[in-house]
């Protein structure tokens, strides 16, 4: 077993210390939102001192068959921890039809991945 090193998420919402002492770390000013721990490419955690979309894209056999067999050589959640220091908006996701679509329609219009 090795151990997964998630990565923290800076937004303005965020409190200062929950999620630092959930991980027994220092506090210091910035505001700690979320940790996030998978394979997002925008911020994947690391395994090893690797990056872990890399890491699954050299070793797929890390996923396990039945993984492998329904979601391809991908790993197919994100796990967030999110620590609010006040009430947040309800997030409604599409289905997946419906986020490719909108994917290829930013895409097409040159809208940044990193845009809000």
Known sequence: MQRLHGTM???PWGTT??????????????????YWLGAHPLSPATLAGD???????T??????TANR?????????????LSARHALS????PSRAQAEAGFAREHAAGIALQAP
């Open 17 to 34: 210390d929950a999620i630092p002492e959930l991980l027994g770390l220092s506090a210091d000013e910035l505001p700690y939102a979320e």
């Open 51 to 57: 990056r872990l979309d890399h890491v699954l894209q």
């Open 59 to 64: 070793q797929p056999d890390l996923l396990g």
């Open 9 to 11: 998420q800076h937004y």
């Open 69 to 81: 067999e329904a979601f391809g050589d991908r790993l197919p959640f994100l796990v967030k921890i």
């Open 90 to 93: 309800l997030q409604a996701h």
